[in-house]
Nanobody
Framework: QVQLVESGGGSAQAGGSLRLSCTVS????????VGWFRQAPGKAREGVAA????????YYANSVKGRFTISQDNAKTTVYLQMNSLKPEDTAMYYC?????????????????WGQGTQVTVSS
């Protein structure tokens, strides 16, 4: 059973930064795709970014490209989401998810394991 523990959410002013962390308890970490999703009230869940832990391939939604960076620390089996130049529209609950791929990176169907979520609030 893969467990995901998220941390790092909180509040920021527009233009500010936050970093989210997702620690994966899985001894086959190197075969996972780990993604970040977000869901704002009244909106559908959307894929924000993902990383293929084996090759380091990174994927981003157009709405965050150039502002957010996904990275990993293999030794700590932790994936990070560095969020810069935050906008009020980035306000959402952010979820870390892990899976074994086989689908488009932003499809929630490709992720079997989900974290509990961490709130990000950006004020103008």
């Amino acid at each position: 059973q893969v467990q995901l523990v998220e941390s790092g959410g909180g509040s920021a002013q527009a233009g500010g930064s936050l970093r989210l962390s997702c620690t994966v308890s899985e001894n086959t970490y190197g075969s996972l795709t780990v993604g970040w999703f977000r869901q704002a009230p009244g909106k559908a869940r959307e894929g924000v970014a993902a990383i293929y832990t084996a090759g380091g391939n990174e994927y981003y939604a157009n709405s965050v490209k150039g502002r957010f960076t996904i990275s990993q620390d293999n030794a700590k089996t932790t994936v990070y989401l560095q969020m810069n130049s935050l906008k009020p529209e980035d306000t959402a609950m952010y979820y870390c998810a892990a899976g074994y791929g086989g689908t488009w990176w932003a499809s929630a169907d490709g992720y079997k394991y989900w974290g509990q979520g961490t709130q990000v609030t950006v004020s103008s």
